[in-house]
C-alpha cells in the first residue's frame, strides 16, 4: 500500500494544504509547533478511526470548513479516504502497530499502559492472528467465503428485482398522471391563443396612434420652422456686430476709460499733494515759532550750548557723589568717641559679656539643684515598685495555695508596682533632658569665656586690621576726609547756582529740575530735526507736483486723442453711441440662436421623416411612452408564443407516452425469479449456520504456527537492534513476544534497565521487524513522526542508512524539525512547513 496524495481543508492549524507522496522516502520538514503532530494526526484519522473527542481538538476555531481528503494505491486500485469516511482500510490497534511511529504519541500510550512492549506484544497478538487466519482459509476450502460471495450477490441481484418493479409502479401511476397532464395542457394552449389575438389588436391600435402624432408633429415642425425664417429676416435688416468686431470696440471704449481714470486718478493726486504741502509749510512755520527765535541756526547753536553745560554740571555732581561715597560706615565710632573710642569700645563689649555669663551660671545652679531632687525621686520610687512587686508575688502564692481573694490583692499590688515603675520611666527621661541643658550651659558658659578672650581681636577685625597702630591710620584717613569736605561744600553751593541757571534758561521748554534736563534738551533737538525734516519734505513735494503737472498735461492730450478714435469707430458701424453697439451684439447672438434653433428643427424633421424613434423619444416624452408601450407588448406578444410553443412541444412529448404491454409481461417474470431468489438464499443461511465447527481445527493451527514467529521475530528483532546498541546481546523475546534484558543472571524489564533514547531505538526496531516477520501480501507505508529526536549524531546516521534501505521495500513518510538528519539522509524534503 502506498500513499499517493493528500489534501487537508481544515485541520488544526493547517489549511488548504496539499502534498504529492512518491513510493520511496518523503520527508516533510519543519520547526517545532509548524503542524507536523497535527499533519500526522490528519494522515491516523483517515486510514484508522479516531475517537471524536480526538478528532474534536483538531476543529479550526474560525469556523472554517474541517476535514480533508487522502489518496492511497490499495490492492492494485487507487482509494481516496477522508477523516470523516465511516469505513477505514485498517483498525487503529493494527495501524498502530505496524504503521505510525510517534514520540508523544507512544510516551502518552506508556503512560496509559504502563510498558510500551506490553503495548507493542498486544498489537502484535492481534495482528498475528488476523495473519494467522489468512493463512490457515488458504489451506482450508474458502467454502465459507464462497457462499457469503454468494448471499450477496443474490441479495443484490434481489434488490435489484425490487427496484425493477418500483419502477414499474411508479409507470403505471405515471399513465394516470399524464393523461390529466394532457388535458390541462390543451386548456392552456387554448388560453394563450386567445390572449395571443388580444395582444395583435392592442399592438394594432398602437402602432396607429405613434402615425397620428408623427403625423401631428411634421406639421408643428413646418410651423415652426416658418416662425424662425421669419424672424430671421427682420433682424438681419439691422446693423450686425459679430464677437470680433464687438471686442474691438469694447478695447477702444476701455482704452478711453482707463485714459479718464489715470487722468482723474493723476489730478486727485496732484491735489492731495498740494494740500500736503501747504499742511507741512504751516507746521514748519509753527515750530520756527516755538523756537522762540527768528533764525533756527541761533536756534541750533543755543541747544548746543545748553548740552555742554549740562554735561560739565554732570561731572562735577559726579565728583561730588565719589567723595561722599567714600565715608565708611565704622567712621561713625569716630565721630562718637573721638580719640579715646578703642577703650570705650572695649568697656561696653566687656559688660555684655558678664551679663550674659551671670545669667547662664544662675540658669545652671537650677538644673543641677532639680537633677538631685528627680534622682532622690527616682530611687524612692524604684523601691516601692519592687516592694509592691514582691508582695503581689507573695500574694498569689497565697492565691495558689489558700483562698482566691489573694489574687484581687495581688492584682492591685501589680498594679501599684506598674504605676511606681511608670513614674520612674518618666522621671529618668526628665532627668536626662536636664542633663542635657545642663551640658549645654556648661558649653555656653566655656564659649563665653573664649568670647572674652577674642574680644579685642574680633574688634580690629571688625575694622578690617590686625593692630591698633592700623587702627590708628584709619582714624587718620578719617580727619583727611573731614578737612575735604569743607571744600566740597563750597563746590556743591556754587553748582547749585549754575543749575538754577540754567533751569531758568529750560523753565519756558518745562524743565523744572535738573533731572529734567536731558529730556527736554533730547526733545528741544528732536525739534530742530523736525524742522529739517519737514523743509526736506517741501522741497520733496515740490518736486513731485512738478512732475504730476507735467504727467497730467501728457494724459490730456492722450485722452482726447483716443475720444476722437472711439467717435470714429462708432461711426464706421453706423452707430452713435456703445448702447446701440451692445444691442447690434446682442442681435448677433439672437441670430445666432435662431440658426441653431432652425438647425434643429430641420434635424427633428428628418428624424421623423426617416422614422429614427430612438433620436425622436429623446426629445418627446409621449411619443417615449407610446414606445415603451410597444416594447412591453411585443415581449408580451414573444413571451406568450414562446409559451405556446413549449406548451406544444411538451404536448406532444406526452402524447408519444403510451402504456407498453410488454411492462406487465416483464414484471411477472420478475415476480417469478424473485420467489426462486429467496429461496436460494434460505439454503445458504443453512450452509453458514454449519461452518463453526471449523473452529477446533483453526485454533490447533494457530497453535503451531505461533512458535515460527518468535523465531523469525527474534531473529529480525535483534539484528536490526544490534546496529543501534551493544546490548542487543542481552535482549531476550520470550513465546508471547515480551522483550527483557538479561542483567548479569536476571531478566529485567527494558523501562527499567534502559535510557530513554535507547528504548526509543529498541521500540523502532520492534515494529520494524514486527512489519516484516508478518509477510504481508504488500508492504504499509512506515509514518515517523519526529521519533528520533533523542538520538545522537550516531544513531541518527545509522537510522539514515536504515531508512534509505527501507524506502527500498516500502514507503516511508518522515515527519522531522531535525535539519541534521535531513542532511544525512540526503533527499530533498517533499514539503516545508511554517
Known amino acids: 500500500m502506498q500513499i499517493r496524495q493528500l489534501y487537508i481543508k481544515g485541520f488544526g492549524k493547517l489549511k488548504h494544504l496539499q502534498i504529492s507522496f512518491n513510493s520511496g522516502l518523503n520527508i516533510i520538514y519543519g520547526p517545532n509547533e509548524s503542524g507536523k503532530t497535527t499533519l500526522y494526526n490528519f494522515v491516523r484519522s483517515c486510514l484508522c478511526n479516531l475517537d471524536e473527542s480526538e478528532l474534536k481538538k483538531y476543529e479550526p476555531w474560525d469556523g ?37 511511529l510517534s514520540d508523544e504519541e507512544d510516551v502518552e500510550l506508556r503512560k496509559a499502559e504502563d510498558s510500551l512492549v506490553a503495548r507493542m506484544r498486544n498489537n502484535l ?14 489451506k482450508v476450502p474458502d467454502y465459507g467465503e464462497i457462499l457469503l460471495s454468494e448471499k450477496r450477490q443474490l441479495e443484490i441481484k434481489l434488490k435489484e428485482i425490487e427496484n425493477e418493479l418500483q419502477k414499474f409502479h411508479r409507470a403505471r401511476q ?3 398522471l399524464r393523461a390529466a397532464e394532457i388535458s390541462k395542457l390543451t386548456q392552456k394552449i387554448s388560453t394563450l391563443h386567445e390572449e395571443q389575438v388580444k395582444l395583435q389588436t392592442q399592438m394594432d391600435r398602437l402602432y396607429q396612434r405613434i402615425e ?87 536756534f541750533r547753536l543755543k ?18 557723589r565719589e567723595f561722599e561715597s567714600s565715608y565708611q560706615d565704622n567712621w561713625k565710632y569716630f565721630e562718637k568717641f573721638g580719640e579715646n573710642f578703642l577703650d570705650e569700645l572695649m568697656n561696653e563689649r566687656m559688660r555684655v559679656q558678664d551679663q550674659e555669663e551671670a545669667q547662664l551660671r544662675g540658669k545652671l545652679k537650677v538644673l543641677e539643684e532639680d537633677v538631685a531632687k528627680d534622682k532622690r525621686r527616682i530611687g524612692q520610687s524604684r523601691l516601692t515598685a519592687i516592694v509592691l512587686l514582691l508582695a503581689a508575688v507573695v500574694s498569689t502564692i497565697l492565691g495558689f495555695s489558700m483562698t482566691r481573694w489573694w489574687f484581687m490583692f495581688s492584682g492591685a499590688l501589680g498594679l501599684g508596682a506598674l504605676i511606681f515603675a511608670l513614674r520612674v520611666r518618666s522621671l529618668d527621661k526628665r532627668v536626662s533632658r536636664m542633663e542635657e541643658e545642663t551640658l549645654k550651659c556648661q558649653l555656653e558658659l566655656r564659649t563665653i569665656e573664649k568670647k572674652r578672650a577674642m574680644t579685642v581681636q574680633k574688634f580690629l577685625e571688625s575694622f578690617g586690621v590686625k593692630d591698633a597702630t592700623q587702627l590708628r591710620q584709619i582714624y587718620q584717613e578719617y580727619r583727611d576726609w573731614l578737612r575735604e569736605k569743607e571744600r566740597f561744600e563750597r563746590v556743591k553751593s556754587e553748582l547749585q547756582r549754575e543749575v538754577e541757571d540754567l533751569l531758568r534758561e529750560l523753565r519756558q521748554h518745562g524743565a523744572q529740575e535738573l533731572s529734567d534736563v536731558p529730556t527736554v534738551i533730547l526733545r528741544l533737538e528732536e525739534k530742530v530735526s523736525l524742522f529739517d525734516e519737514k523743509t526736506l519734505k517741501i522741497a520733496q513735494l515740490r518736486e513731485t507736483i512738478e512732475q504730476l503737472r507735467n504727467e497730467l498735461n501728457d494724459l490730456d492730450r492722450e485722452r482726447k486723442l483716443r475720444e476722437t478714435e472711439f467717435e470714429q469707430l462708432l461711426q464706421s458701424f453706423d452707430v452713435k453711441s456703445f448702447d446701440e453697439v451692445r444691442e447690434a451684439h446682442e442681435r448677433y447672438y439672437r441670430i445666432e440662436n435662431l440658426l441653431f434653433e432652425r438647425e434643429k428643427v430641420e ?14 423619444s429623446k426629445q418627446y416624452a409621449a411619443l417615449s411612452n407610446l414606445l415603451d408601450e410597444k416594447a412591453k407588448l411585443e415581449s408580451l406578444l414573444k413571451q406568450v408564443g414562446e409559451d405556446l410553443s413549449g406548451l406544444q412541444s411538451e404536448l406532444v412529448e406526452l402524447e408519444k407516452h403510451v402504456d407498453d404491454e410488454s411492462m ?3 414484471a ?167
Request: hydrophobic share 40%.
Open 64 to 100: 472554517e470548513e474541517f476535514g480533508g481528503e487522502i489518496s492511497i494505491y490499495r490492492d492494485k486500485e487507487e482509494v481516496v479516504l477522508s477523516s470523516f469516511s465511516a469505513e477505514k482500510p485498517f483498525e487503529r490497534s493494527f495501524a498502530d502497530s505496524l504503521m505510525f
Open 125 to 138: 497478538q492481534r495482528v498475528e492472528e488476523a495473519q494467522l487466519l489468512k493463512l490457515l482459509l488458504n
Open 174 to 176: 405515471e399513465s394516470f
Open 212 to 298: 397620428e402624432f408623427l403625423k401631428q408633429l411634421s406639421q408643428d415642425l413646418e410651423r415652426k420652422l416658418k416662425e424662425i425664417e421669419d424672424r430671421l429676416a427682420h433682424e438681419k435688416k439691422y446693423t450686425i456686430i459679430d464677437d470680433p468686431e464687438y471686442e474691438h470696440i469694447s478695447e477702444a471704449k476701455a482704452r478711453l476709460e482707463e485714459s479718464s481714470a489715470l487722468y482723474k486718478e493723476r489730478s486727485a493726486k496732484m491735489e492731495e499733494m498740494s494740500r500736503l504741502l501747504q499742511k507741512i509749510i504751516e507746521e514748519r512755520e509753527e515750530l520756527l515759532k516755538s523756537f522762540g527765535e527768528k533764525d533756527v541756526e541761533t
Open 303 to 320: 541747544v548746543k550750548n545748553l548740552h555742554l553745560t549740562y554735561k560739565l554740571l554732570e561731572t562735577k555732581l559726579e565728583q561730588i
Open 603 to 616: 434635424r427633428v424633421k428628418n428624424c421623423v421623416e426617416k422614422r429614427d424613434f430612438e433620436c425622436l
Open 664 to 666: 406487465l409481461q416483464r
Open 668 to 834: 411477472v417474470e420478475l415476480l417469478k425469479e424473485r420467489s426462486l431468489i429467496e429461496l436460494r438464499i434460505l439454503t445458504l443461511n443453512m450452509k453458514l449456520e454449519r461452518l463453526p465447527s471449523l473452529s477446533q481445527f483453526l485454533s490447533c493451527e494457530l497453535e503451531n504456527l505461533t512458535g515460527s514467529y518468535v523465531r523469525s521475530f527474534a531473529s529480525l528483532f535483534v539484528n536490526i537492534f544490534k546496529k543501534f546498541s551493544k546490548l542487543a546481546d542481552n535482549v531476550v523475546v520470550d513465546k508471547d513476544l515480551s522483550v527483557k534484558i538479561a542483567v548479569g543472571s536476571d531478566l529485567q524489564r527494558t523501562q527499567t534497565v534502559l535510557s530513554r533514547a535507547t528504548l526509543d531505538q529498541m521500540v523502532l526496531s520492534y515494529k520494524l521487524a514486527l512489519h516484516d516477520v508478518l509477510e504481508l501480501s504488500e508492504p504499509l507505508p512506515l509514518i515517523v513522526d519526529n521519533f528520533m529526536i533523542r538520538f545522537d549524531e550516531e544513531r541518527l546516521r545509522t537510522v539514515a542508512v536504515l531508512l534509505n534501505e527501507l524506502s527500498k521495500r516500502r514507503q516511508v513518510v518522515l515527519l522531522t524539525s531535525d535539519k541534521q538528519l535531513v542532511d544525512f539522509l540526503g533527499v530533498e524534503p517533499i514539503a516545508r512547513l511554517s
